[in-house]
């Protein structure tokens, strides 16, 4: 889509305006792509201009109805209603899996910060999310917090040490390293922001799909706890439209600080400037 910009052209002199139009649905792949752009970030530069079945006076609207209704569920809800909020289930992830408590455990064995970088604000990028778990003695997990958002890379930064801050020091900061030295200098960078606290880099293997598989499992067997807060309803969301969803972020984060504090076999502990740090596998 965005390279169809660059057919945009006339002649010298031409007063003709370039533009481009473009119609869809809701659903199917690239909705949440294109539900950042145009729904949810309303530039003047490309509006969006919502369409229903009451606007097309020459429809046969009684007989469209009836066929929408043999969709059933968030097909028709798409089709029918024009709703961009409704979707699609990715099938990895049920919310009901996922109980609601009041508070993080009072003894835990072990809590991690996870962080999944990100360093755009715009509508189409990816975003930064910082998973807060722990590990209660009997073996359950209980997600704490999150923190998400879309930072350019001296906000996310600045995000990441005023949740360090908060968290306090007895929690690990782990943070996914992406491949080449422009990721290990990112979190060596990181390490000396966050002096005082254990920082630990994370190399990725393999993909999101296969890293979220454990903690899918997890989840199924009722062993993951949410405290409740005001992040629940977007993380519940990503989860159950993952991996088909736009935005997998807080999904791994998930899958990479629960790996940690289960102490999956085949991580090494790499050291950053006199701390000790997640590297890949040995």
């Not at 991580?267 to 997640?278: C, L, N, Q, T």
Request: net charge positive.
């Amino acid at each position: 889509y965005l390279y169809l910009f660059s057919r945009l052209r006339r002649g010298a002199g031409v007063e003709v305006p370039l533009r481009v139009r473009a119609a869809s649905n809701p659903g199917d792949h690239g909705h949440e792509w294109v539900r950042a752009r145009f729904v949810e970030e309303r530039c003047p530069d490309r509006p969006f201009v919502p369409s229903r079945i009451d606007d097309n006076p020459h429809l046969d609207r009684i007989a469209y109805r009836q066929a929408l209704a043999k969709l059933g569920g968030v097909a028709r809800r798409q089709l029918e209603e024009g709703d961009w909020e409704v979707r699609d289930e990715g099938g990895m992830f049920d919310r009901a899996w996922f109980a609601l408590v009041d508070s993080a455990p009072a003894i835990v064995t072990s809590r991690v910060r996870e962080w999944d970088l990100a360093a755009s604000c715009s509508a189409t990028a990816k975003r930064t999310a910082g998973v807060k778990l722990s590990r209660a003695p009997d073996g359950s997990f209980c997600v704490e917090h999150v923190v998400v958002g879309k930072w350019s890379p001296g906000e996310r930064d600045a995000v990441i040490e005023a949740t360090a801050h908060a968290d306090g020091v007895g929690c690990r900061i782990a943070v996914e390293q992406e491949p080449g030295s422009g990721g290990i200098a990112q979190i060596d960078a990181l390490a000396r922001r966050l002096v005082g606290f254990r920082v630990e880099r994370v190399k990725a293997t393999g993909d999101k799909v296969l890293r979220a598989g454990p903690t899918a499992s997890q989840a199924e067997a009722r062993n993951i706890r949410l405290v409740r807060g005001a992040w629940n309803q977007e993380f519940l969301d990503e989860l159950e439209a993952f991996p088909t969803g736009y935005y997998m972020d807080q999904v791994d984060a998930l899958s990479h600080g629960l790996s940690l504090l289960a102490a999956v076999s085949g991580v090494r502990v790499r050291v950053i400037g006199g701390r000790r740090g997640i590297g890949g596998a040995a």
